[in-house]
């Protein structure tokens, strides 16, 4: 991880004569999916992901006319729903404050593609059980993470990639992307299962403008 942010670093150094600096906000659509193992002799489980909408506030820096880092504090909603074979449903909610940190490359002139890869960081805000009717399943359900007792995880780190495409106006630009992200992070602190991981999908709208260039 700590080789990743290095190289990620060293692309936020001026690479030529350009540079510009724009910020903005970025928001839209996020779903996720969740897999667990209950035990070690299970095998992994998929289960119902939630759809949330999500918004980041934005920052991006081009060191060259083709290359960058984009830095965003995002709000994200995670969560899942689980049903046993009655069709009861355990349904749970993660909200963080995500920081993804990404490598950002473009081409074209006002009308550009772009893809954007790094790592994300991330804090838990607030954990929900928005559902819970039913317990003790074999192998064991997915545990309650908002109840009194319950201790989670609170940080969240893994890897986004993201591809889009955007459009200069003068000094604004408007782009539209898709975000992948997986995530390392296993919520559960307190050994009720054996492994979990997640993954998510985005898909935004942002709005960004241009605060200063430097040629």
């Known amino acids: 991880m700590n080789k990743i942010l290095f190289a990620l670093l060293l692309l936020a150094m001026p690479l030529g004569a350009f540079a510009q600096l724009s910020v903005g906000i970025r928001g839209g659509y996020a779903t996720s999916s969740y897999s667990y ?3 070690s002799s299970t095998r992994s489980t ?3 992901g939630i759809g949330a909408p999500t918004f980041a506030f934005v920052v991006e820096y ?3 006319k083709n290359a960058g880092v984009e830095l ?3 709000q994200l909603t995670l ?3 689980q049903f046993n074979a009655d ?6 909610e993660l909200t963080y404050l995500k920081a993804p940190f990404l490598a950002s490359f473009f081409a074209g002139r006002s009308g550009r593609f772009q893809i954007k890869f790094g790592p994300h960081l991330g804090y838990l805000l607030k954990a929900e059980d928005i559902s819970r009717e039913y317990s003790g399943a074999t192998p064991p359900e997915l545990p309650t993470y908002g109840g009194a007792g319950d201790s989670p995880n609170k940080l ?3 890897l986004t990639a993201g591809a889009g495409i955007s459009k200069l106006f003068g000094k604004s630009t408007i782009s539209g992307e898709v975000r992948f992200a997986y995530d390392f992070t296993n919520p559960e602190g307190q050994d009720r299962i054996y492994d979990m991981n997640s993954t998510n999908l985005e898909f935004t709208l942002a709005y960004l403008f241009r605060i200063k260039e430097w040629k």
């Open 37 to 39: 193992q209950g035990t």
């Open 46 to 48: 998929s289960v119902d």
């Open 62 to 64: 081009f060191s060259s």
């Open 72 to 74: 965003n504090l995002q």
């Open 79 to 81: 969560g899942f729903r």
């Open 87 to 92: 069709e009861k449903l355990n349904h749970t």
């Open 156 to 158: 969240m780190y893994g």
